[in-house]
Each structure stands twice: as C-alpha cells, then as structure tokens.
C-alpha cells in the first residue's frame, strides 16, 4: 500500500487496506458483519474477522457436545493399566527405530540396477564400482 499510493497520507492508505481487506474476505456473512462494524484499519478488521469466525466455529461445534463425568471408583487401576500400556508402547517403538536405523529394508523380489543381483537396491548396494575416466 505504501508504494502503490505513496502519494496519499498514511491514514488514507490504512483505510484503504482495511477496504481491500474485506472485500477479500471469501465467506459473505464474515465480510458482512466485518464491513458492519464499520473498523478504519486493517487490524482492526482482521482482529474483528478472526473472533467472528471463530465464535461461529465454537457454536457450530459445542451444540453437540457435552461432557459428563462417572465416578466408577476404577480409575487408579485403569490409569496403571494406562501407564503400563504407554511403557510398554514407548519400548516397542524405540526397538523398532532403534533396529530400523541402519539396516536397509530387503525384498527378495527387487534387482538392484548397480549389480543385477536380487535382493535390494541401487542405493544399498555394496558392489564397488570402478571410477569413471575423465
């Protein structure tokens, strides 16, 4: 904005932005309460956009949703049983990357390109290869 009407005043060109603003808005009832609060600049807009979209987000969502609590007297037990399943996930999943690290995934139905043997891959092959001549 400032190089495109660097001949008008700042609070010119601040209104300006907070019009182009809005009209660039995609959703109408966004833009139509954005221009109704009637804001001069561009901040202004976009702080009032965002809280509209969001409040009209949250209402469609919380109609549906309710919470509710029951008191069972199991809780201790189910959160033992939570944290014994997370350790023992956590194990799994550092001896699965641990051993995934360095070893190169073999499928016996492959042909490496490099070497024509069956196996694995052109970027796991062990063959040396001489070095080309220039």
Request: proline share 4%; hydrophobic share 25%.
């Amino acid at each position: 904005m400032s190089l495109a009407y660097a001949e008008f005043s700042p609070d010119v060109r601040d209104s300006l932005s907070a019009q182009y603003f809005v009209d660039a808005i995609r959703y109408e009832d966004t833009q139509h309460a954005t221009r109704l609060m009637d804001t001069k600049d561009l901040r202004s807009n976009l702080a009032y956009s965002m809280k509209y979209e969001t409040a009209k987000t949250v209402s469609k969502t919380s109609r549906n949703v309710r919470s509710i609590e029951i008191e069972d007297g199991t809780r201790e037990e189910k959160d033992e049983k939570f944290d014994c399943l997370l350790k023992t996930l956590k194990k799994l999943l550092n001896s699965h990357v641990a051993g995934k690290k360095n070893t190169p995934r073999r499928n016996p139905n492959l042909t490496c390109w490099k070497c024509n043997k069956k196996g694995h891959v052109q970027k796991y092959c062990q063959t040396i290869s001489p070095k080309p001549e220039n």
